[in-house]
C-alpha cells in the first residue's frame, strides 16, 4: 500500500507566497515520477508541475516562472514552491506518484489540499 500525505496549502493574498510537501509512504519503487494536479470549482483536474526521480521536471506554462518543484528522493518527498501566487490559482492541489513498476506502472494520488488565493 502507498500513502500519501499532503500539507501547507492554506490561504494567502495575491502576489504572496506557499509552499506544498507531499511524504510517500509504503512500497515505493526507485523509478517513479512525483507531482501536482490542481483542480478548481467547475474545472477539470490539470498537471502543475512534475519531477522524476533524476531530476528532469516539467511545469504547465500557466506556472513557469512562478512555481519549483523539487523532491527528497531519500524521505520520498516532493515539494512546490508556489510564488507570485494569483486569485486563478485557487484550487484542490493533489499530489501525485507514478511509479514504473513491473509488470504494469501504478498510479496514487493524495486526499488533496486546498490553496486559496485572495485578490
Known amino acids: 500500500q502507498v500513502q500519501l500525505v499532503e500539507s501547507g496549502g492554506g490561504l494567502v493574498q495575491g502576489g504572496g507566497s506557499l509552499r506544498l510537501s507531499c511524504a510517500a509512504s509504503?512500497?515505493?519503487?526507485?523509478?517513479?515520477?512525483m507531482g501536482w494536479y490542481r483542480q478548481a470549482p467547475g474545472k477539470q483536474r490539470e498537471l502543475v508541475a512534475m519531477i522524476t526521480t533524476s531530476g528532469p521536471t516539467n511545469y504547465a506554462d500557466s506556472v513557469k516562472g512562478r512555481f519549483t518543484i523539487s523532491r527528497d528522493n531519500a524521505k520520498n518527498t516532493v515539494y512546490l514552491q508556489m510564488n507570485s501566487l494569483k486569485p486563478e490559482d485557487t484550487a484542490v492541489y493533489y499530489c501525485?506518484?507514478?511509479?514504473?513498476?513491473?509488470?504494469?506502472?501504478?498510479?496514487?494520488w493524495g486526499k488533496g489540499t486546498l490553496v486559496t488565493v485572495s485578490s
Open positions: 509504503g512500497s515505493i519503487f526507485s523509478i517513479n515520477r
Open positions: 501525485n506518484l507514478y511509479q514504473y513498476s513491473y509488470p504494469s506502472p501504478m498510479e496514487h
